[in-house]
């Protein structure tokens, strides 16, 4: 039964404001009658904090904290005497180091898993692609030639134990960094060495009275972003790969619409494959699906969401229910059977929802409990001891449904599942697998350029919208779009996964979608993912023609709808690499200060990228294009796309005559 609670709510919006998401909607006016309470509600009655939103407070220490006046930045000092720079530059730092850490401790994990199951601990999981096992192990220098796959393997995570552990000397994968970009990175002397040091020292450094520089505190958290996009979010996406399998293009419905009213549903929702893996396993257990038709049920209908969700569709074509501003909502059609979580982006808030539309929420983790939901521990060595549990839990829920139930009944289906290594044999076939098709569309300009658009929703700002709306202005003008994460659901709501799309996309765009028969907007996973994106932008240095570093490449990135303190590590990384990254929403800083001026500026004077912001898609879109084109006629190629436009147009007129 559905017990009414009495929403708090003093301030009452217009649902229709808040998302374009017209499932979540259709639930929150749901929510609305049955007198549940979401994120949305609680963001409408809660004022972001305003000198925490500009970053002009410090509670580093007991003699504060301390509060500054962002109207008048340099007016005022801390009691220990720290500067606004000083304080903003900390706290920009401990959001890079927990963002960073969240990354690197996911891929932590999958290396301990990949331990265990190199060495025969643990015999569930097994090595799925050694194709790719022996790709990632060429690339850092480790012999393949007439050897086991053990020997490789075992070679190999103990090589990429050393992203984490290391003390001192390059981590792994700074192997694959462009010379230049690398060469660079030493000469700042950025280049990380273990995710654990660079994270320890960034605490360190951020302590009171430790380092007071804010150049020399950005330095390293430019460091630790890298120790997570080229060390932990890369080492996780190539361990899952692996182990789970290279994601190739798979046909895949996403909304609300995936549940299944005849079915058991189990969603599970957070950012590690292994306990998303043993639940596939689980669902088609065939005394649980026997049990479930028992409970006159047709079946188990297992659907992912947020970034295990965004990376099981990849991999294996799992329905995908939704992204992050979406999970309190799906539990309103009364449909879920059971949420299973495990680690980030998890609202504590799903206890109460669940709580009223008879759910069971289930934490596995154990670094993530939440209280008020039911732990059941999930264990590597034994995983379906968990997973069967919680389907078990899941048909005892149906059984007992009691409630109506209301799905939304929107389902849009897109190709996803663009890894690196399918871009690559896309567009060069089998046989000569490479870049250089892309990397010639964009010398010729039928390409202007790739961004990556990326991260999470926001109820701060309308749900999907900005996505949708950047997304779009960029393949208007012909800008081929990279995506991870919650953004790739929005636009995946929105039909742009589709090759059908590219009629949306710029004349030089669409003709290159249509001739290789792929959307103009290309999903790649997870977050951890974006290090796909980071490969990807490798691979064009590499191939040629389009300078000699990351920061050469007419690419840029965004995070239109942020919100975690893991998208501002990968922004830093991003920034890091060379690449323009502009974010949504609001950004923690006062403006008119040198802390700005570095992040905005100085850093792309250092041959790094730079820092961007606009919380406006199209103001946003522009500011992208801008430095596409600047990126352009540094290269010298800015003429060859005016050319290239004319003869399409040229030839468009020819044909309709
Ligand atoms: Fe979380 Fe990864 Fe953001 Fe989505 S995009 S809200 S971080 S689930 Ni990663
Ligand atoms: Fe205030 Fe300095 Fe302590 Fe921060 S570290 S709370 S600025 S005294």
């Known amino acids: 039964m559905v017990e009414k609670k009495t929403v708090k709510t003093e301030k009452e919006f217009e649902i229709k404001d808040v998302t374009i998401c017209d499932a979540t909607q259709q639930m929150l006016e749901k929510a609305r009658r049955d007198g549940v309470e979401t994120a949305f509600d609680r963001a409408a009655n809660m004022k972001a904090c305003p000198i925490g939103a500009e970053s002009a407070c410090c509670k580093h220490c007991a003699m504060g904290p301390c509060r500054l006046s962002s109207k008048d930045p340099y007016g005022k000092v801390g009691v220990c005497g720290a500067t606004i720079d000083t304080i903003q530059a900390r706290n920009f730092a401990r959001m890079v180091a927990t963002g960073a850490a969240a990354h690197t401790d996911h891929g932590m994990a999958m290396v301990d898993l990949f331990r265990e199951v190199v060495n025969g601990h643990i015999t569930e999981y097994r090595i799925k692609d050694v194709g790719k096992l022996e790709a990632v192990a060429q690339s850092i220098g480790i012999a393949t030639e007439n050897r086991s796959v053990k020997e490789i393997a075992t070679d190999l995570y103990k090589e990429l134990e050393r992203t984490y552990t290391q003390v001192e000397g390059e981590i792994p994968f700074a192997k694959r960094v462009p010379e230049k970009t690398l060469e660079t990175w ?53 361990i899952s790969d692996i182990l789970f399998g290279t994601p190739t293009p798979v046909a895949v419905d996403v909304n609300m619409g995936v549940l299944k009213e005849d079915h058991v549903n189990v969603i599970i929702h957070g950012h590690e494959p292994n306990m998303f893996e043993s639940m596939l396993v689980s669902v088609n257990e065939p005394t649980l699906v026997q049990a479930a038709k028992e409970a006159g049920a047709q079946g188990i209908n297992l659907v992912g969401m947020c970034c295990s969700g965004a990376e099981m569709m990849s991999r294996h074509g799992v329905p995908h229910a939704g992204n992050f501003m979406s999970t309190e909502a799906i539990l309103v059609t009364g449909a879920v059977d059971v949420m299973c979580v495990d680690i980030q982006c998890i609202k504590q808030g799903l206890v109460s929802v669940a709580d009223c539309y008879g759910t069971p929420l289930i934490t596995t983790n154990t670094r993530a409990h939440i209280e008020g939901a039911t732990h059941i521990e999930f264990n590597d060595h034994d995983p379906q001891k968990c997973t069967d549990e919680v389907v078990i839990k899941a048909i005892n829920r149906f059984k007992n449904r009691s409630m109506a139930i209301e799905i939304p009944n929107i389902r849009n289906t897109g190709i996803h599942g663009f890894s690196h290594e399918y871009i690559n044999y896309m567009l060069g076939g089998s046989f000569r697998g490479s870049y250089t098709p892309l990397n010639e569309n964009i010398i010729n300009g039928r390409i202007r350029g790739v961004a990556g658009v990326v991260g999470c929703t926001n109820p701060r700002i309308k749900q999907d919208w900005a996505h949708v709306e950047l997304v779009k202005e960029l393949i208007k003008n012909d800008v081929l779009v990279l995506q991870t994460g919650c953004s790739q659901i929005s636009l995946a709501k929105e039909g742009l996964c589709t090759p059908e799309a590219s009629y949306l996309a710029g004349p030089g765009l669409r003709e290159v979608c249509e001739t290789v028969g792929m959307p103009p907007v290309l999903g790649m996973g997870s977050c951890v993912d974006n290090s796909r994106i980071l490969i990807a932008a490798s691979e064009m240095v590499r191939v040629g023609g389009l300078g000699t570093s990351i920061a050469d490449l007419p690419a840029v990135g965004a995070a239109p709808e942020w919100m ?84 399409m147009s040229d030839r468009r007129e020819i044909e309709a005559a």
């Open 564 to 647: 975690s303190e893991k998208a501002i590590s990968i922004g830093q990384y991003f920034v890091a690499s060379g690449v323009f990254t502009v974010f949504g929403v609001t950004f923690p800083i006062v403006k008119e200060t040198k802390f700005h001026k570095l992040l905005f500026e100085g850093l792309e004077q250092q041959g790094l990228g730079k820092w961007g912001f606009s919380a406006d898609p199209y103001e946003m879109a522009k500011m992208m294009i801008a430095h596409i084109d600047k990126k352009r006629k540094a290269l010298g190629i800015d003429k060859a796309r005016e050319r290239v436009l004319m003869d």
């Open 186 to 238: 030493r000469k700042l002397d950025i280049v990380p060495r273990g995710a654990m040091r660079e994270i320890m020292e960034l605490m360190h450094r951020t302590h009171i009275g430790v380092d007071q520089h804010y150049e020399n505190i950005t330095k390293q958290s430019s460091r630790t972003a890298l120790a997570d996009g080229w060390g932990g979010s890369m080492v996780a996406t190539e």
